[in-house]
């Protein structure tokens, strides 16, 4: 996916959005913008959170697994979205177990925030000609686990 984008980027028009199609992971994001990319869109943020799998700067959390059972931090701790402000790990856990529909629909309202949030720091970022500091500090928070 690289490679072509690579490849195919810098024929299209500079003036003009560049769009890609069904990407991605948050490193899709962060790798495609720094090629040049403006636009992206994708089931992800909404079907992983479906499937109980959540975003965070500090790596993913799989809600379902057994070790947020007590856990009673929000999903990323500096996330501002509605449900980190007012509902724990434990608690979408146990809904998510429950097969209550207010799991998908709270994991989707913190994946779509955490991707929005993600897009308007690279947005600040580049304008600020800061992007390599931010993709490093991406990086590097990302590996640093939940
Ligand atoms: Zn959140």
Do not use: W
Request: charged share 25%; with cysteine; proline share 5%.
């Amino acid at each position: 996916m690289y490679e072509m984008a690579d490849h195919t980027l810098p024929l299209l028009p500079g003036n003009r959005p560049r769009y890609i199609m069904g990407v991605g992971t948050p490193e899709n994001l962060v790798e495609l913008t720094e090629m040049g990319c403006d636009m992206f869109d994708c089931v992800m943020p909404s079907r992983n959170a479906r499937n109980g799998k959540l975003f965070t700067a500090r790596g993913d959390i799989n809600i379902p697994n057994a070790r947020f059972r007590f856990d009673h931090r929000p999903i990323d701790e500096n996330c501002t979205c509605y449900t980190c402000r007012n509902y724990t790990r434990a608690y979408l856990h146990h809904l998510y177990k429950s097969r209550e529909l207010l799991a998908y629909r709270l994991n989707t309202i913190h994946n779509l925030y955490y991707y929005l949030d993600l897009v308007s720091t690279m947005r600040q970022a580049i304008e600020a000609d800061r992007f390599e500091v931010f993709k490093r500090r991406f990086y590097d928070t990302r590996s640093k686990g939940v």
